[in-house]
């Protein structure tokens, strides 16, 4: 996530070429609007020409704090009824490890601790949440064991099928399940895939589409897991999901071993999409939610 500090190394002691910055705040997946707005930016300033390295960092610092929202943004809870946390990306990101992360967190630490008015809830939530899990990902060799492994693990139920079933189907049955058993978070682990099979996301549409049926408002929160190590893939993949399914919020794994990290950026500046949590590690406690201030500090 250091990106920052290898940019001070590379033009340590130099002057800005500014076509090999450009190309170096690319590499670090902040994506190209951003990366020309700063480079306009910097080339607007008086005196440009006796720019050094730390006015460069200066500036990604103010850019990258006008992009990202100032606060953390929490799960809340909605009110009477399960809140549905819908997790969606393609395989190989860590999708199945977040949703047991995520549902290790909400369990011990609920939602929002000041809900807002009107439809969600009125008032803080227990300090121990009821969490359920749907397996949902009914096509991944052994991807029912695993989430299995971690709901035992973790002592948290889980409502599963058979392989080949129709995820939407059993999202529905684990939405009436989790109705009945007063559970405040229903996390549906959906099938990884990829972002560019038209059928695949179809499918996903599907799953919404059945969940809205029995809750206008589900799900309520809709996912993606991304691998801060693709780089610029993410962006693609962001941009896919939001189109078929409208993303609330974005997971970010492996970002404690990303040089770049800029995807953290790059989604929110060019989609308007929150990274609302991080994955850092292999244990359930190496999940927490994003912190934008945190993020920028460690930039170097």
């Not at 962006?235 to 970002?255: D, M, N, P, W, Y």
Request: aromatic share 6%; hydrophobic share 40%; charged share 25%.
């Amino acid at each position: 996530m250091k990106f920052l500090q290898t940019l001070a190394q590379q033009f340590a002691g130099k002057p800005i070429d500014w076509d090999e910055l450009e190309e170096s705040l690319i590499r670090a997946d902040l994506g190209v609007p951003m990366t020309a707005r700063m480079i306009k930016t910097l080339q607007e300033r008086e005196a440009w020409s006796l720019l050094g390295i730390g006015d460069v960092i200066k500036a990604v610092r103010e850019e990258i704090a006008r992009v990202l929202p100032p606060d953390p943004m929490p799960i809340r809870q909605a009110k009477g009824k399960p809140t549905v946390i819908l997790i969606v990306g393609v395989n190989g990101t860590g999708k199945t490890t977040s949703t047991a992360k995520l549902a290790h967190y909400l369990r011990g630490r609920g939602g929002s601790p000041e809900p807002p008015a009107g439809d969600w809830g009125q008032s803080p939530l227990p300090r121990h949440a009821q969490v359920m899990l749907a397996a949902a990902d009914t096509f991944r060799a052994a991807a029912i064991e695993q989430l299995d492994i971690w709901a035992k693990r973790l002592g948290i139920e889980m409502v599963r099928g058979q392989y080949g079933a129709d995820p939407a189907a059993l999202c529905y049955e684990a939405y009436q399940t989790a109705t009945t058993r007063e559970i405040d978070f229903l996390l549906c682990d959906t099938a990884g895939r990829q972002h560019t099979k038209a059928n695949l996301m179809a499918e996903l549409q599907k799953v919404k589409r059945t969940l809205t049926k029995l809750d206008p408002d589900a799900p309520h929160e809709t996912l993606l897991v991304v691998d801060a190590t693709t780089g610029g893939n993410a962006l693609s993949q962001a941009r896919e999901f939001h189109s078929a399914l409208t993303l609330t919020g974005v997971i970010v794994t492996k970002l404690d071993g990303s040089g770049k990290g800029g995807i953290v950026v790059a989604i929110q500046d060019e989609f308007g999409i929150p990274t609302r949590f991080v994955g850092t590690g292999e244990t359930t406690d190496d999940f927490a939610p994003f912190d934008a201030r945190e993020y920028i500090e460690n930039l170097v």
